[in-house]
């Protein structure tokens, strides 16, 4: 393998290697795709302000996020159906964030289970949450997680409907037969539609609780002792409403630009969503190239912010 410089590079890799449909799915965006752009260029509109003559000689990044102590102000996002892309998928993932000091996120619809995320050895990982209709599968996922060992629950709260991604209506994505939703072994709800335009947007229309609303939180907190972390904030107002539902924090996220097109870039929702209370405000950016998006990221928040960056 040439040298890797930066994780462009690796994206190259992934599409010289990776069959069409899987990497159509992991690096496309929803409709005109107007937002998955913007994550990108709306970094390249903000300017450092550099300061000189400033003792740089002792540089710690370590941070404290909900109590633990990590390496380094980015942590892993939750990201599907790893396995289409390495044999060993997110337990590589584990392996790796656990190497690194920081913290992973599991996706619910990984394709290795939380036990065996949790197998893996000793780490900080917390667990995205997709309500399902089935209100009781939703709650064993939940004791799962708390029961492996994970350390918070990400809710995500962005998704009633899949995003139309038009790759993979093309493709006809749906998720390779020898690979399963590990977290739904043994529920029925493991396998995908392979007849459909796209099998995940008919499995999310199939599984997915439409009514999710605010008061679910409460509900939340009383299956779970769990921090509780809401993802896909990107106003003001949607952030006073998770404090006062007693959210521990808000994860600001487009959903990498993969749900609704035409909203914002996260790095601009920044001034918005900022809040006076200690309360814990977390990042979703697409890092592409440059480690600067995360500088620009924690430069541009201010003393009220508890920032850190979760990437793709």
């Given amino acids: 393998m040439k040298m890797i410089t930066n994780v462009s590079e690796y994206e190259e890799i992934a599409k010289?290697?990776?069959?069409?449909?899987?990497?159509?799915?992991?690096?496309?965006?929803?409709?005109?795709?107007?937002?998955?752009?913007?994550?990108?260029?709306?970094?390249?509109?903000?300017?450092?302000?550099?300061?000189?003559?400033?003792?740089?000689?002792?540089?710690?990044?370590?941070?404290?996020?909900?109590?633990?102590?990590?390496?380094?102000?980015?942590?892993?996002?939750?990201?599907?159906?790893?396995?289409?892309?390495?044999?060993?998928?997110?337990?590589?993932?584990?392996?790796?964030?656990s190497a690194a000091g920081t913290i992973m996120t599991l996706s619910s619809w990984s394709t290795s289970s939380v036990e065996e995320v949790a197998s893996t050895g000793p780490g900080i990982r917390f667990f995205q949450l997709y309500v399902l209709k089935d209100r009781n599968v939703a709650a064993q996922l939940v004791r799962r997680a708390e029961r492996a060992g994970f350390k918070a629950i990400a809710?995500?709260?962005?998704?009633?409907?899949?995003?139309?991604?038009?790759?993979?209506?093309?493709?006809?994505?749906?998720?390779?037969?020898?690979?399963?939703?590990?977290?739904?072994?043994?529920?029925?709800?493991?396998?995908?539609?392979?007849?459909?335009?796209?099998?995940?947007?008919?499995?999310?229309?199939?599984?997915?609780?439409?009514?999710?609303?605010?008061?679910?939180?409460?509900?939340?907190?009383?299956?779970?002792?769990?921090?509780?972390?809401?993802?896909?904030?990107?106003t003001a107002e949607d952030t006073r409403i998770a404090v006062q539902v007693g959210a521990a924090g808000i994860i600001v996220s487009n959903h990498g630009a993969r749900q609704l097109d035409y909203v914002p870039a996260t790095i601009m929702a920044l001034e918005e969503v900022l809040h006076p209370n200690h309360f814990w405000i977390f990042f979703f950016i697409n890092l592409k190239k440059s480690t600067a998006s995360i500088a620009i990221i924690l430069a541009t928040g201010t003393n009220q912010l508890k920032s850190c960056s979760f990437f793709v």
Avoid: C
């Fill in 16 to 97: 010289e290697k990776l069959p069409k449909m899987v990497f159509d799915y992991y690096a496309s965006g929803a409709e005109d795709q107007w937002t998955l752009k913007e994550n990108r260029n709306a970094f390249s509109r903000i300017l450092f302000r550099p300061r000189i003559l400033v003792d740089v000689s002792k540089i710690d990044l370590t941070t404290t996020v909900l109590g633990f102590k990590i390496s380094m102000p980015i942590m892993i996002a939750p990201t599907a159906m790893q396995k289409m892309a390495h044999p060993e998928g997110e337990l590589a993932t584990a392996r790796a964030a």
């Fill in 155 to 234: 809710l995500t709260v962005d998704t009633p409907i899949l995003g139309r991604r038009e790759a993979d209506i093309k493709n006809r994505f749906t998720l390779p037969p020898n690979l399963l939703l590990k977290n739904f072994e043994g529920l029925d709800l493991g396998e995908m539609d392979k007849t459909s335009d796209s099998g995940l947007a008919a499995y999310v229309a199939g599984q997915v609780d439409r009514s999710l609303n605010w008061k679910d939180i409460k509900w939340l907190q009383t299956i779970t002792s769990l921090p509780i972390l809401v993802k896909g904030v990107l």
